[in-house]
């Protein structure tokens, strides 16, 4: 305790500048929930430093946005929002020329800096089992700097339909870090719909970063937004979100009061080690889900759980281990990014399948361990690779709507990342890749990814990662190992793997069980 808090007093001051003049980032940025600005539907404002709106001519201009896509909401009224992000809220955004970004077009994007924007950077995300104890310690430090500090964002702390067409904002503030865990509660929550047959209320998935095809780009962008307020909120530009390679580890390596903390057994499996105070927002999602209302807590609240991980804890043998090696080369040799049926019918509230779909095996709902690359489960799902780590972890992370309050996350969705760019350079893919077909919603080519603002589409997000100034430590060009071991080891276990052939009915496989999705 005593070493956390002199390491983490250096951190406070050696940043303070940093601390007082970059006061950053969930949903809407906070100049922007007034009641004027909310009636106007017009979210343009001034970047610091400039006087005009959107920056002025050399930056940007507030424009019309231009939706490609506009979802349904039939059945999931009060909850236009989400479907048709932003325009519920704002319908006139900046529209930012060259390399600038944000909001207001005072950033630069992902890949550049510079007052103009015009100077490239590359920053290397690397394997947190291989840093030295100073640069793990801060990432932590990082990570609780973000928690100690208010973002220039805010949260919605109720529906839009009772904010009377926005005359009557209803906003908090909330810190960097909580801004981020609050994202993927809101992104995969579940909302009240009333039934026809008999009126009564029932919680119905409406999930636009998981179950199809957004689940690898949403979650790229995601990472890229976090890793870059934690370069603000630190002042180290040069910060990137460390990846623990979980497969074909016999244990978690990374669950050590060193890296991300030890389990309590004699106390409920609460955390042991830098993150033994940190509590879990949102841990009433299903509460708040039956009443019709939004997750607003306050991290301060000393009411809300702390967090959990019982590493292997889970009951069922196959969530004892972590993914094989085998099944990420296995998910590697599909070509297919995705294929129709794409998985999950939001208004249908029904299960379909995604067979031989590199997301769908990545994500986990489709078999890699098994090598049939079939759809597993109905309304119960699969859970394997992306999802089985999850699981694992038997606490906080092993459901979706809690998942990003633990640390883990970061690390484990940095792999998955990581695998997801060895192979969009295997297979060269470009953004035609991403389906515009039969998607779930948010789940579009050009959809809106809910809830980012400034807007941002899938197939933005379906590049390589140099694009968006980063790569990872120890792949190559063509996404492969740097060591030769290794490199050899999944070149021939990828070129060996018999070709995922497509169910011919709509009959699931039957040779495999049935799991619970890891979010139930
Ligand atoms: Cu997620």
């Known amino acids: 305790m005593i070493e956390r808090a002199s390491s983490y007093h250096f951190v406070l001051t050696s940043c303070l500048f940093a601390l007082l003049f970059h006061r950053h ?6 100049t922007c929930v007034s009641s004027d600005i909310l009636s106007s539907k017009e979210c343009c404002p ?7 709106q959107c920056g002025g001519p050399g930056r940007g201009r507030c424009e019309d946005l231009q939706v490609q896509v506009m979802d349904v909401t039939d059945g999931f009224d009060g909850d236009t929002e989400r479907f048709q992000w932003p325009t519920t809220f704002f319908n006139r955004t900046c529209h930012c020329f060259g390399n600038f970004a944000g909001a207001d077009c005072g950033k630069c994007k992902f890949g550049w800096t510079g007052p103009d924007c015009d100077v490239q950077k590359q920053r290397i995300r690397r394997n947190i089992l291989e840093m030295d104890q100073d640069d793990v310690d801060k990432f932590k430090l990082y990570l609780q700097l973000a928690k100690d500090t208010v973002s220039d964002y805010m949260i919605p702390t109720t529906l839009y339909q009772d904010m009377d067409d926005g005359r009557n904002p209803q906003f908090n503030e909330i810190n960097v870090y909580d801004e981020f865990a609050w994202y993927h509660y809101y992104v995969a929550r ?4 009333q039934t026809t047959t008999n009126n009564t209320n029932i919680a119905v998935f409406a999930d636009f970063a998981h179950k199809g095809p957004a689940f690898l780009t949403w979650h790229r962008a995601y990472l890229l937004t976090w890793e870059r307020a934690l370069q ?6 040069d910060f990137t979100i460390p990846y623990w390679d979980w497969a074909g580890e016999d244990n978690c390596t990374v669950c050590t009061d060193e890296y991300l903390g030890g389990s309590d057994a004699t ?7 830098f993150f033994e105070e940190w509590r879990t927002l949102c841990a009433d999602f299903g509460n708040l889900t039956d009443r019709g209302q939004l997750c607003t807590n306050n991290v301060n609240d000393s009411s809300l759980p702390f967090l959990t991980r019982n590493p292997g804890g889970d009951d069922r043998p196959e969530l004892q281990k972590l993914p094989s090696k085998e099944a990420v080369y296995y998910a590697l040799s599909v070509r297919d990014y995705d294929n129709i049926p794409h998985d999950y019918d939001n208004l249908q509230n029904d299960w379909k399948q ?20 079939h759809h597993v489960g109905a309304v119960g799902g699969a859970s394997q690779l992306h999802n089985s780590v999850h699981l694992y972890m038997n606490g906080t992370m092993s459901l979706v709507p809690t998942s990003a309050n633990d640390p883990m ?3 484990h969705h940095a792999n998955v990342d990581r695998i997801f760019e060895k192979w969009l350079r295997r297979y060269n893919a470009s953004p035609d890749a991403f389906p515009t077909d039969s998607t779930p919603t948010g789940h579009n080519r050009y959809s809106y990814m809910v809830p980012f603002f400034p807007v941002y589409t899938n197939d933005e997000f379906f590049q390589r990662s140099e694009h968006f100034g980063y790569t990872y430590e120890g792949i190559d060009d063509q996404g492969l190992p740097l060591d030769p071991n290794e490199r050899a080891q999944e070149l021939m276990a990828v070129d060996q793997m018999e070709k995922c052939e497509p169910l011919s009915t709509s009959a699931e496989d039957p040779s495999l069980g049935k799991q619970s999705y890891w979010s139930d």
């Open 46 to 52: 001034v970047a610091s430093g400039t006087t005009e």
């Open 267 to 273: 106390n409920n499996h609460t955390l042991t080690g």
């Open 409 to 411: 996350f970061l690390v």
């Open 232 to 237: 603000e909120v630190s002042g180290d530009d």
């Open 354 to 373: 995604s067979h031989c779909s590199f997301r769908n095996l990545l994500e986990g709902f489709a078999d890699s361990e098994y090598r049939t690359g």
């Open 190 to 193: 579940q909302n009240l719909v």
């Open 25 to 30: 980032h969930a949903l809407l940025p906070e």
